[in-house]
């Protein structure tokens, strides 16, 4: 019984970040991206538009999408992490009206365009993060060998930028970028599996 038990707890365990929910966001000067909400254009400006929390707790977001398009103009997401996260180009294609279409950072028309994908940590400028990338970056052999962009720590309140004041007068790029959970390492899914196990056999004794 005590072993059914443990074994219970660590599938509670395993379940916890697929607890948290999923959402995505199409910003304004884009077509809606299936399954997502709209963001209206003059919203994911300077200021920032709130994405809410990514996290593992009830009401967070294992998972943030954000689909956009920039046309000399820079926008700009503000997002709380209650755990480590990663910021990555999603590749697996997007769909727009049942439309599957190539995703990452991808050039519209036909001249090139680049754009500086800022990470500022709010609070915090020294640990502001800034990458340069130029489309079209739609597998990850074109950033570098990796889908990642940036990585963050839990605790903190950031703001994501894709800025092309760079190239003004370049044409438009649309951008697909995931901020997802760092799943947590096997060795702590074990502990804490281990933990739930003994409160539930606490309260059965109980």
């Not at 943030?64 to 755990?83: E, L, N, Y």
């Not at 590749?91 to 500022?120: C, I, K, P, T, Y």
């Not at 800025?163 to 438009?172: E, L, P």
């Amino acid at each position: 019984m005590k072993l059914i038990s443990m074994i219970a707890g660590v599938f509670l365990v395993f379940a916890i970040p697929a607890s948290a929910a999923t959402v995505g966001y199409t910003e304004g000067r884009r077509d809606l991206v299936d399954g997502t909400m709209r963001i209206a254009g003059g919203d994911a400006a300077a200021s920032g538009f709130m994405l809410g929390t990514i996290g593992r707790g009830a009401g967070e977001y294992s998972q943030i999408g954000i689909f956009g398009r920039i046309v000399g103009h820079a926008d700009f997401f503000t997002f709380r992490a209650t755990s480590d996260f990663r910021i990555s180009f999603a590749f697996d294609g997007v769909s727009v009206a049942g439309e599957q279409l190539v995703s990452g950072f991808v050039r519209q028309g036909r001249r090139q365009n680049e754009a500086d994908f800022v990470l500022r940590t709010l609070g915090d400028p020294a640990a502001d993060q800034v990458r340069r990338l130029r489309t079209d970056i739609s597998q990850a052999a074109g950033s570098g060998g990796s889908a990642l962009i940036f990585s963050g720590e839990a605790g903190k309140t950031y703001s994501f930028g894709v800025d092309s004041r760079v190239a003004r007068d370049k044409g438009a790029a649309s951008y697909d970028i995931r901020i997802s959970v760092v799943p947590l390492p096997e060795s702590a899914l074990l502990l804490l599996g281990g933990i739930a196990g003994l409160g539930y056999i606490a309260r059965r004794k109980a």
